[in-house]
């Protein structure tokens, strides 16, 4: 049986009889699939196709009460989404992974306090099944209110001050850091700075915190610069760390726009890259391609930080504890070290 113009819709009973199962057993499976045997579920998969059957996510939605919808939780300002291609890459991921399950993405855009209320009392509201936490900053108090809304949620990073309240999947940023330093001391470098990113950001802090371990007792803290993961703010630290430390002969910026502003400070500067300074960023994000010359950095593995976030969420919405997964990153060579 088949749905054509004019003809009345299918319902959950062509679906049973054309399956040879029980009307219950399609309501079973149409639910999530428990207590219903692989060859019957087969069966009404099969049926389903077969007579073009659609499922009422209304009905649904109150049978199960669930939305079929997770919120992509982005605490930015708006213009960030459109200029960081990390943010891009993981929402593309995340609606990937989701499509696979049926689920929609709902994108929620909170850059500002009253825009992150609005956004707790949409969650709350039980708009949502779950939440997918982006770019939240230490001190904010949206972490507190998502812990305490008991809604499913899972961080892209850690969630300071929540490592043990929520579920996050995170790179290995200080490895990472670590093995970018080691990489510029191998090439005999030995003025290495660093910009880093906001210490309320769980990156600033562990960037920061592989910067110092590598270097250990040849740590210098006058080579340290913060940013706020801009290009303008990399170019700013750049200029600066010039004028007061011209012998500088590297540096690692915590994430690759960063670095591409670290590379236009050092070109007004008539600095030559690699040959005067060898420049290290964090992200292998598009831009990393694009600057002049192509940059050496860090590869996050945003397509699997998507995956695995959608996983975890998905799991937590259906009754399971919590979890956490760190993820490995990958040093990519180009043209500025």
């Not at 600033?204 to 040849?218: A, N, S």
């Not at 590297?250 to 994430?255: D, G, Q």
Request: with cysteine; glycine share 10%; proline share 5%.
């Amino acid at each position: 049986m088949t749905s054509t113009p004019g003809r009345q819709r299918p319902t959950i009973n062509d679906v049973a009889d054309q399956a040879g199962v029980s009307r219950g057993t399609v309501s079973r499976v149409l639910n999530g699939g428990r207590w219903v045997s692989p060859d019957a579920k087969a069966a009404v998969d099969a049926a389903i196709k077969k007579t073009g059957y659609r499922v009422n996510p209304h009905a649904r939605s109150l049978a199960t009460n669930r939305t079929g919808s997770v919120a992509f939780l982005l605490t930015e300002d708006h213009q960030q989404l459109f200029e960081d291609p990390n943010f891009s890459a993981l929402l593309k991921g995340t609606a990937a992974a989701l499509a696979d399950s049926d689920m929609s993405l709902v994108l929620i855009m909170a850059g500002s306090a009253a825009e992150q209320k609005r956004a707790v009392a949409y969650i709350e509201a039980g708009h949502v099944d779950g939440v997918l936490l982006v770019s939240a900053h230490s001190g904010q108090r949206l972490l507190a209110d998502i812990v305490g809304s008991g809604v499913p949620a899972i961080a892209c990073g850690i969630p300071l001050g929540y490592q043990r309240r929520m579920g996050y999947v995170a790179a290995d940023d200080e490895e990472g850091a670590r093995e970018m330093v080691a990489h510029l001391r191998s090439l005999g470098r030995r003025r290495i700075a660093t910009i880093a990113g906001p210490l309320d950001t769980p990156g600033g802090i562990t960037r920061l915190d592989g910067y110092r371990v590598e270097l250990g007792d040849e740590l210098d803290e006058s080579l340290i610069r913060h940013g706020d993961y801009s290009r303008a703010s990399g170019e700013a630290a750049m200029a600066d760390l010039l004028a007061a430390s011209p012998d500088v002969d590297a540096v690692f910026a915590a994430n690759d726009r960063m670095a591409a502003g670290a590379l236009d400070a050092l070109a007004a500067a008539g600095r030559r890259v690699p040959d005067d300074v060898a420049v290290g960023g964090f992200d292998d994000s598009s831009i990393a391609a694009e600057t002049e010359p192509p940059l050496t950095t860090m590869r996050q593995p945003f397509d699997r930080i998507s995956s695995e976030m959608v996983r975890l969420l998905l799991q937590l919405i259906d009754g399971q504890k919590p979890a956490a997964m760190t993820l490995p990153t990958e040093l990519v060579r180009r043209a500025t070290t």
